[in-house]
Every structure is written in structure tokens, then in C-alpha cells.
């Protein structure tokens, strides 16, 4: 594909639409009039990941905490709370029976809509395959869609040792919230196992999660939240996730001489990039970084991603330093729009990984910089030459070489993944009553 040349974002006035040009001072120093964004956490699963960006530090939105169990609320860290359902529950949890989480929510939809009142964007996150978060999370974003409010659900899918149960719930779970969001990211936990360490405990596992989680919200949030030297419109942001669909996500960090090309790469064959960004029809990127990055490092990253996704993508991308990252860069990129029969053989469906070529960045010499001021008139771009595939050499990545854990676990699911839904005691009694045989 021909080079194109890369320039800075500002916001256009119409909405759907992304163009280039050099910031100006405005754009540098004054935030974009700040919008009213929301994280709700739905269950104990979302709950966790809530506590988890608390611990972190997020800053420009609101939380709140919604879930069936007093317990656990009273140990959720959000400022905000509600307890759904408390007449059908007595605050005693959902049973891990989804249809006890939708009537729960239900009940207390009145004090969901009115907390949502004002709403500009609301991102929702829960864990699927239990009772509160599955049941709840597609009213809640239901009630969030019919008032007006751009809303996005991140979630995750259970482990394959969870039972097939648990999956088929988090499964019916999810097909009723991609009716009811804009744009839907699922984050598959079996996918995780692929940047686990063998002997990586169960506690640090789901720590990994909410991580995840956290990055997700977090990574789409500070674009137009964090004041940085390129910031985001929420136009454009919206244009990006509205009437989204499926979105898939990647996050890389990196240090050093090569930490821009490290962290996309990283950010690229992420085992959370269920495919390449080839057919999106909008990608988000943000850059955070310690106070040393140079412009054309910031500007190899953007080129790069323009040169993969098609012409008529969205793409917004923003830029903001962040003290505690010194000498360090992490990139998150999100892209969406898709064809639903781009997932139907995801991995996150028991598929194979396959992971992005490489990147292949060029420098300032390679590539042209010029910047645009704002009086300039649209012109043809001119094509440059591409550097060849042909001429990038690489062998299997280290996601492709570590396959085999994600088949492990494939096919100890298909053996013994069934039994985790039947009681231990049955399972034993059954082996000790089963006919010896010669």
C-alpha cells in the first residue's frame, strides 16, 4: 500500500469525518470542555476491575458500583453504589442464575436512570457467566442507549475450566448486550493464558484481568479526559464508537532506545487483538508517555497505523505525558466497526491465535514530516513508495511459539471441562461405583 503522509489531528466539524493538521495553540494547552463520562461496574467481576482503577488512579470520570451483594459492595472501593434488586435478592446475590440479575436490575432501573441523567458516554464493564453481571449489565445499557447516551461495554468471558455452563451463560449474556451498546469489547480470560507464566498464581491471573479491564476503560477515557499535547474531541470519539459494533483491543509497553516500535508491536500481537485492524472502519490510539518522547516517535506510531487501515477509516489518536512513566511509552489501540463473521472463528470461540506482521516503521529520513496550518486547502496526496513486505524477514512470534498453552487448556476443557458443573462428591461417587473392567 502506498505511504501516506501523516499530519496531526484536529477535530472536524462534522461528525464521522477525521482529518489532519498541525495543533495549535489552543489545542495544546486548553482540555476540550470536559464531557460527562461514567464507568459503571455491574457485579463482582466488574466490581473488582472498579477497585482495580480506583487503586490505579482514574481521573475526569464517575464511578459507580452496582451488584446484587451487600458484601461485596461494602467492600467495593467506588464512591457511588447501588443494590440492585434488593426486594428479589434480600441483597444476598444473584445465584449465579442470570435471570435473577435481569430482575434485580429491573427493579432498580429507576435509580439507574437517574444516576445516567446528563450522561454523555457511559462504559460499562463486567465479568460474564454469573448472575448479576450477566442478567444486569444488558438493562442497564439498554436504559443507558434509549437516553441518548453513547454507551460501551468492555467484558470478559470465563476461563475454559469454569464449566460449560458458566460459558453458555456468559455466551447468551453477551449476544443480548451486543444488541444494546454501541460499541462491545470482549476480552476472553483463556487468551490471558497465552502471557501467563506456568507457574503464574490463581490471585495474579485475575489480577491480569482486571488489568485488562482497566486499560480497556482507561485507554479510551484519558483520550478526551487527560489533557495532553494532542487532545481528542469527543466528536470525534463518538464517531469512532457509535453504532460500533465488535472492537477489538491491543495495549503495548516498552522502554528504551526502540520503546515506540517495542509497545505497538506489543500493542499489535496482543493475544487481545482477536484479528489485524484490516477492514475497521474506526481505530483509537493514545499514546501516554514519560516527558522524553520526540515527535517523530509519536509520528512512526500514527504512520504506521494510517498505512494499515483502509482510507476511508476514522482513525483518532491522541497524546498526553504522564510523570510516572519516565523513559517509558504505553499504547493502547482500539479498533472497531467490523463484520460480525470476522469473530465467528475467533479464538476467543476455541480458534487459533494468528498474530499481526510486525511493524515496519520508517524514520524521518524515510519519510516525509510537513506540517499543515489551518488556512491550507485540501490537496491530493501523493503517493510514495511503500516498503516491500517482502523485504521484512521475521519468524513465528513469541505468541504463535506459545500456542500450545491455549491448546492445553482447549483440550482439557473438552475432558474435563464438563464435570466442573457437577458437584465433587457426585463425580467421586460415580468413579467409585463405576464396573471394574478387565
Not at 487483538?273 to 493514545?286: I, R
Not at 492445553?408 to 471394574?436: H, I, V, Y
Request: charged fraction near 25%.
Amino acid at each position: 500500500m502506498p505511504a501516506r503522509e501523516l499530519c496531526y489531528p484536529y477535530p472536524d466539524e462534522s461528525e464521522g469525518t477525521s482529518k489532519t493538521n498541525a495543533p495549535s495553540a489552543q489545542n495544546r494547552s486548553e482540555p476540550a470542555r470536559r464531557e460527562s463520562i461514567k464507568v459503571i461496574a455491574v457485579g463482582g467481576g466488574g466490581g473488582n476491575a472498579l477497585n482495580h482503577i480506583i487503586s490505579k488512579g482514574i481521573e475526569g470520570v464517575d464511578l459507580l458500583a452496582v451488584n446484587t451483594d451487600v458484601r461485596s459492595l461494602d467492600m467495593s472501593l467506588s464512591p457511588n453504589k447501588i443494590v440492585l434488586g434488593e426486594r428479589v435478592t434480600k441483597g444476598l446475590g444473584a445465584g449465579a442464575l442470570p435471570q435473577i440479575g435481569e430482575q434485580a436490575a429491573r427493579e432498580s432501573l429507576s435509580e439507574i436512570r437517574e444516576y445516567l441523567r446528563g450522561s454523555d458516554m457511559v462504559y460499562l464493564t463486567a465479568g460474564m457467566g454469573g448472575g448479576t453481571g450477566t442478567g444486569a449489565i444488558p438493562i442497564i445499557a439498554q436504559a443507558a442507549k434509549e437516553m441518548g447516551i453513547l454507551t460501551v461495554a468492555v467484558v470478559t468471558k470465563p476461563f475454559m475450566f469454569e464449566g460449560t455452563r458458566r460459558m453458555r451463560y456468559a455466551e447468551e449474556g453477551i449476544a443480548k448486550l451486543r444488541q444494546c451498546v454501541d460499541a462491545l469489547i470482549v476480552v476472553p480470560n483463556d487468551r490471558l493464558l497465552q502471557i501467563c507464566r506456568k507457574e503464574t498464581p490463581l490471585s495474579e491471573s485475575f489480577s491480569m484481568v482486571d488489568e485488562v479491564l482497566r486499560q480497556a476503560v482507561q485507554g479510551v477515557t484519558d483520550l478526551v479526559t487527560r489533557p495532553g499535547m494532542v487532545n481528542v474531541d469527543f466528536a470525534d470519539l463518538k464517531a469512532v464508537m457509535k453504532h460500533a459494533g465488535t472492537a477489538v483491543m491491543g495495549v503495548g509497553c516498552a522502554k528504551g532506545e526502540d520503546r515506540i516500535e517495542n509497545a505497538l508491536k506489543e500493542a499489535l500481537e496482543s493475544p487481545l487483538m482477536e484479528c489485524s485492524m484490516h477492514g475497521a472502519k474506526g481505530v483509537l490510539m493514545n499514546i501516554k508517555y514519560g516527558g522524553d518522547l520526540g515527535i517523530f516517535e509519536i509520528q512512526q506510531a500514527a504512520a504506521y497505523i494510517e498505512e494499515i487501515i483502509s482510507e476511508d477509516a476514522t482513525f483518532v489518536w491522541g497524546c498526553a505525558e504522564d510523570s510516572d512513566m519516565e523513559g517509558s511509552v504505553e499504547i493502547v489501540i482500539v479498533a472497531t466497526g467490523f463484520e460480525e463473521d470476522r469473530f465467528e472463528n475467533s479464538a476467543s470461540r476455541g480458534g487459533s491465535y494468528i498474530a499481526p506482521q510486525r511493524p515496519v516503521l520508517r524514520n524521518e529520513q524515510q519519510r516525509p514530516f510537513r506540517q499543515r496550518s489551518f488556512m491550507d486547502q485540501p490537496e491530493e496526496k501523493k503517493e510514495a513508495e511503500a516498503v516491500p513486505a517482502a523485504e521484512v524477514r521475521r519468524g513465528p512470534s513469541w505468541l504463535e511459539q506459545r500456542e500450545d498453552v491455549l491448546q492445553e487448556t482447549e483440550a482439557f476443557s473438552r475432558t474435563a471441562g464438563d464435570e466442573l458443573d457437577e458437584p465433587t462428591f457426585l463425580r467421586r461417587g460415580k468413579a467409585q461405583n463405576r464396573p471394574e473392567t478387565d
